[in-house]
């Protein structure tokens, strides 16, 4: 079973830890906790109002509320509802994730999903894998047109409402993520079968009928966008290290790999280091930090300057008071507003510094800490950026926490705080490589490592 699937009962745990097993909600419950949020969050986030205004967010709150009537809701439709209105925050920190505490008994009980994986490259949508039969409807890089007779992007569109990003390049590489077999069964009826209308590769267009997959089938034979697992390869002028998720129930495992890897590879005089983080789901600045130590010359932080709000749900949340950090939330009044800093970061010994040409493989699906630990890594000119421009702002509204709604145990998460990178500009956009390649999804070339290493080798 691929990894992603296995991680979907871990979801589950952290999304409804206290409501696991109830998937019925009446309509009162869903307005409370509706409610419940948008207060929260206008009380908790650093700036809710960054990538909108005060009046589109609560009239679409309202219109939102007015969609719910006196009939009971399941997780999926509280889910969904709720979904509507964080996301008209437009920051991709400020979500409520995907229902997974219904999908999972809905997979393993036999149910099935649209069969179709798709890439969205300049407003079109093409089939990035297919779980049909051999021969059986479009292949990979056909593109696909329309559903039930209705044009995909109206699907796409109706679906990226409940998706939280703050642009539509950040929305369409989460929608990629999250998967069109899921977001489908998430907004619609299942069925048994679909009308399809597709493109080949010929430009022939045809409208057929295929059949819905099992469920548990698709999540057991797909292959995750994001890449969770460490990975060293070593040639004798150029090592590959993937580090792996800046994540974990415990961090030692990371801090011996990362060990062991810069051993080997200073130890062979390695004299290019393609450091990949692409796919990469991003997670907390003890890891990344442990990781550019060995790559930076200087001190370094992760940021120029980082902001936070202090709030009472977040004084709730930090109940460990021991550090400095946690004491600055504690010490401030509810709302308040501050600027934290951690110190800076010492590299390695001069013995351990890898001393070699470093290259950072960046794309769309560099994710939060990653591209964070990027823009580090290129503003103090530890490294050079390759690849395409990430989805995740540079300079971005995160520092994501959560809490739980009161009715249905959803987890609302936000964004506590707002880090300026190191460079000190807030530009509004993607990180950007200093070398571009384009990476084209519909196919299994490697295109942007590939096209590096033809480099390197000249």
Known sequence: MKYLFALLPALLCIQTRSHAQRQMFSAEEVREDMAYMVTSLDQTHYDLYAYTDSVSFWHNYEAVKSEIGDDSLSMVEATSLLQ????????????????????????????????????????RAFVRESFLPEGDGPGRGDELLAIEGKP?????????????????????????????????????????????????????????????????????????????????????????????????????????????????????????????????????????????RYIADRPFKWYSTFHIRSSRILKEHTRDTTSAYSQAIHARKNGERFTFDFGPVEPVGERKRYKGEVYVLINRQSHSMSTVAAA??????????????????????????????????????????????????????????????????LDDEDEILDTLLNKLDQ
């Open 84 to 123: 509507k209105v964080i996301a008209a925050a437009n920051n991709g920190h400020t979500e409520i994730d995907f229902p997974v505490a219904a999908y999972i008994p809905y997979v393993y009980g036999g149910g099935t999903v649209f069969p179709l994986e798709v890439a969205l490259e300049g407003g």
């Open 152 to 292: 995909v992007g109206e699907y796409i569109d109706m679906m990226q409402q409940h998706i939280s990003a703050e642009r539509r390049y950040f929305k369409d590489a989460k929608f990629e993520l999250f998967t069109l077999p899921r977001q489908y069964w998430q907004h619609f009826e299942p069925k048994d079968e679909f009308s399809i209308t597709y493109r080949d590769g010929e430009g022939n267009t045809h409208t057929d009928r295929v059949a819905a997959v099992k469920a548990l089938d698709y999540e057991q034979n797909r292959y995750g966008i994001l890449r969770m697992a460490p990975e060293l390869r070593l040639e004798d002028d150029v090592a590959y290290l993937h580090p792996g998720a800046f994540s974990g129930e415990d961090i030692q495992p990371y801090r011996d790999f990362i060990d062991s890897a810069f051993s080997a590879i200073n130890k062979r005089n390695i004299p290019h280091l393609v450091l990949d983080l692409r796919n990469h789901p991003g997670g907390d600045d003890a890891y990344s930090d442990y990781l550019i």
């Open 376 to 441: 580090t890594i290129k503003d103090y000119g530890f490294g050079t950026l390759v690849g395409e421009e990430t989805g995740e702002y540079a300079s971005l509204h995160a520092s994501q926490f959560g809490f739980a709604l009161p009715a249905t145990g959803i987890i609302v998460k936000l964004s506590k705080g707002y880090i300026i990178r190191p460079g000190g500009s807030e530009a509004r956009e993607g990180l950007k490589p200093d070398i571009m390649i384009g990476d084209h999804l």
